[in-house]
């Protein structure tokens, strides 16, 4: 079974600052899906960003970028110029290629980040 | 507005008493999901159905209940044989297809005293 580990429970960034969350996974699918999402104290689930398995190259969003190592099973989630507005809980997840998985998402435990004006 | 849609965002019930959470998407979208937040934790998953009058159980599925009769809806049913039924939860749903990602709703918070 695929597994998510988020290893920071929280994390603190200065404003303007850039910060970095941590995310490990576990498969032995070769085709997967990973996300990073956002949720605001609203708790309303945001995409933040994806990734897909077979690209090479880190996925961008803006100030968000992601750190893909597929061999260390590593997805990290570089969050640049941190803004009050990125202070929410931030989960990582899987999803994997196959059909007969129903595209249900795998989650991490998360990671609170606060944004220090 | 497309969209998806949970009500009520506060439900309060007694222990004992069945429940039912609404979810309802006007994305025509084919599969839908049901999430359950506990505070510290992930969102797991309940119950998917990735099509009409078909679903199957996710990890947590045990005192849940589930029916997807129209393509629009896909109602949560928390038993009373629900040990902890006191969570969030979430209702998603995303066309079928690798590609696309889950659209969240705003989420029901359920307390049972």
């Known amino acids: 079974a695929q597994t998510v580990t988020q290893s920071q429970p929280e994390m603190s960034v200065q404003e303007a600052e850039t910060v970095t969350l941590s995310c490990t996974y576990d498969?032995?699918?070769?085709?997967?899906?990973l996300f990073w999402y956002k949720q605001p104290p609203s708790r309303q689930m945001i995409l933040v960003i994806r990734?897909?398995?077979?690209?090479?190259q880190n996925a961008t969003e803006n100030r968000f970028s992601v750190n893909f190592q597929k061999a260390a099973k590593s997805f990290s989630l570089k969050i640049s110029d941190s803004q009050l507005g990125d202070a929410a809980m931030y989960f990582c997840a899987y999803r994997s290629g196959l059909y007969n998985q129903g595209g249900k998402l795998i989650f991490g435990q998360g990671t609170e980040l606060s944004v220090k004006p | 507005d497309g969209g998806i849609t949970q009500s009520p965002k506060y439900l309060f019930r007694k222990e004992g008493q069945n429940v039912t959470l609404s979810c309802e998407q006007n994305l025509n979208h084919d599969a839908m999901y049901w999430y359950r937040q506990d505070p510290g934790q992930g969102l797991r998953l309940i119950y998917y159905?990735?099509?009409?009058?078909?679903?199957q159980k996710g990890d947590i599925a045990e005192g849940y209940s589930v029916s997807r009769e129209k393509k629009e809806s896909f109602p949560l049913t928390v038993t009373s044989a629900q040990k902890n039924p006191t969570a969030f939860y979430l209702c998603?749903?995303?066309?079928?297809?690798?590609?696309?990602?889950?659209?969240f709703g705003p989420g029901t918070r359920l307390t049972v005293t």
């Open positions: 159905s990735q099509i009409v009058n078909d679903f």
């Open positions: 498969t032995s699918e070769s085709d997967y899906y």
């Open positions: 998603a749903s995303r066309i079928t297809g690798a590609t696309y990602e889950q659209y």
């Open positions: 990734q897909e398995a077979y690209k090479q």
